[in-house]
């Protein structure tokens, strides 16, 4: 079964650091582009990083660019967010999803398809 | 950066078709995909492409696409289907980014 299940969510101060796995199983993780998303209490969903298969390309909102770093590990079929200098508005379930890019006669599109259950960080003093 | 807009809520009557729209300058240059998602559950992948439903979605679901709009159309809306709704795409304004709708809130009367 394609699994994919985060972890490492809890409560932290403002100014503080947290980090996020998300492990994958059921499918060949080293092929595939991943994403974090994630969704404060009773708001919409907010997408906050990509990284591609490799590692090499990396992207991030800018909410949280220069704050959050995200990175994978392959070997260990794992995803990571290292969340710095965390603020209130970062309080939000965070999910990783896998990401899908295909192409169309009209050009490439993207989706993401597999969705993890989520991790909740608060931050909060 | 690109934006997504969605109403925030729609009703429909049970068994009844209902079109949810999703807007922005991003959809001119791609597919929007959508996710369904309940109280407390993650979102699922729902329609994708041009008008593609991953496996155990029911057909009554379906998508299409005009210029800047985006829709998903629920024909014959159950009860189960009360659940928001949201659109992605990618950024198209030159930013690597990834784009979602404010999310639309289906009820099924």
């Known amino acids: 079964e394609v699994q994919l299940v985060e972890s490492g969510g809890g409560l932290v101060q403002p100014g503080g650091s947290l980090r996020l796995s998300c492990a994958a199983s059921?499918?060949?993780?080293?092929?595939?582009?991943m994403n974090w998303v994630r969704q404060a209490p009773g708001k919409g969903l907010e997408w906050v990083s990509y990284?591609?298969?490799?590692?090499?390309?990396?992207y991030y909102a800018d909410s949280v660019k220069g704050r959050f770093t995200i990175s994978r590990d392959n070997a260990k079929n794992s995803l990571y967010l290292q969340m710095n200098s965390l603020r209130a508005e970062d309080t939000a379930v965070y999910y990783c999803?896998?990401?899908?890019?295909?192409?169309?006669?009209?050009?490439?599109?993207?989706?993401?398809?597999?969705w993890g259950k989520g991790t909740t960080v608060t931050v909060s003093s | 950066s690109s934006e997504l807009t969605q109403d925030p809520a729609v009703s429909v009557a049970l068994g009844q078709t209902v079109r949810i729209t999703c807007q922005g300058d991003?959809?001119?240059?791609?597919?929007a995909s959508w996710y369904q998602q309940k109280p407390g559950q993650a979102p699922v992948l729902v329609i994708y492409?041009?008008?593609n439903r991953p496996s155990g979605i029911p057909d009554r679901f379906s998508g299409s696409s005009s210029g800047n709009t985006a829709s998903l159309t629920i024909t014959g809306a159950q009860a189960e289907d009360e659940a928001d709704y949201y659109c992605?795409?990618?950024?198209?304004?030159?930013?690597?980014?990834?784009?979602f709708g404010g999310g639309t809130k289906l009820t099924v009367l």
């Open positions: 999803a896998r990401d899908r890019p295909a192409e169309s006669p009209n050009g490439w599109y993207y989706y993401m398809d597999v």
């Open positions: 059921g499918f060949t993780f080293s092929s595939y582009e």
């Open positions: 990284i591609s298969s490799s590692g090499s390309t990396i």
């Open positions: 991003s959809l001119r240059s791609y597919y």
């Open positions: 492409g041009k008008n």
């Open positions: 992605n795409s990618r950024d198209s304004s030159g930013n690597p980014h990834v784009v």
